[in-house]
């Protein structure tokens, strides 16, 4: 299967620790974006990288979240010392240099207890 | 920023029937997506639209671009059971990627 892959689907922890995700793009796609879903909302700009670029970032993403993509290829999202707030689904999503047209993964489901 | 409206945010409708959603931004987009998420699951990109005024269909679904840049449209015609899910409007506006998301229509199909 080629497309967007996050690990783990699931993860639970507790208040204060912390945790990371991992997207691996669709092969070739050197965009490669994150994005924040809670229950009812639409998806949420975390930040979005071209290459190994970092080129937007969110007033979202605050100093406990750190994102990395060191080779241009998978990336990963840090959330340090979690709190409850932090409880969402995050995907990931990957496109073209040229196209406009990102496409998601199934997201880590993050539940903070 | 840039601020989508996405209506209706729910409906049920029977089986069959068509049913049409919109999205409005308070700003100019250069592309509009439609995407389809299943409980649990990402998006699934549905149509993308690059043009004002474009019209474009997959299958029974047909998405314009509306000709100010500032607003879309979702049809679906005749729908089935497995059309039930969240349906988000999506722009992004020209010079960038970022996309910005509606809050989605919640449609239900009652068989």
């Known amino acids: 299967d080629t497309g967007v892959s996050q690990d783990p689907r699931h993860k639970i922890t507790k208040r204060g620790q912390n945790v990371t995700f991992r997207c691996d793009p669709i092969s070739e796609h050197n965009r490669l974006y994150w994005y924040r879903q809670t229950l009812g909302q639409g998806p949420e700009f975390l930040t979005y990288?071209?290459?190994?670029?970092?080129?937007?970032k969110s007033r979202l993403l605050s100093d406990r979240f750190s994102a990395e993509r060191p080779k241009g290829s998978f990336s990963t999202l840090e959330i340090q010392r979690t709190e409850q707030g932090d409880s969402a689904m995050y995907l990931c999503?990957?496109?073209?240099?040229?196209?406009?047209?990102?496409?998601f993964g199934q997201g880590t489901r993050l539940t903070v207890v | 920023g840039q601020q989508l409206n996405q209506s209706p945010q729910s409906m049920f409708i029977q089986e069959g029937e068509d049913v049409s959603m919109n999205c409005t931004s308070s700003s100019i987009f250069n592309t509009w997506l439609w995407y389809k998420q299943d409980p649990g699951e990402g998006p699934v990109l549905l149509i993308a639209?690059?043009?004002?005024?474009e019209l474009t269909s997959n299958g029974r679904l047909t998405a314009q671009f509306g000709i100010t840049r500032k607003d879309s449209f979702l049809n679906i015609s005749a729908s089935i059971p497995s059309d039930v899910g969240i349906y988000f409007c999506?722009?992004?506006?020209?010079?960038?990627?970022?996309?910005?998301f509606g809050i989605g229509t919640k449609l239900q199909v009652i068989p």
């Open positions: 639209l690059y043009k004002a005024g």
């Open positions: 999503a990957s496109s073209s240099a040229g196209g406009t047209e990102a496409f």
């Open positions: 999506a722009g992004q506006p020209g010079g960038y990627q970022k996309v910005t």
């Open positions: 990288f071209q290459n190994e670029a970092q080129l937007e």
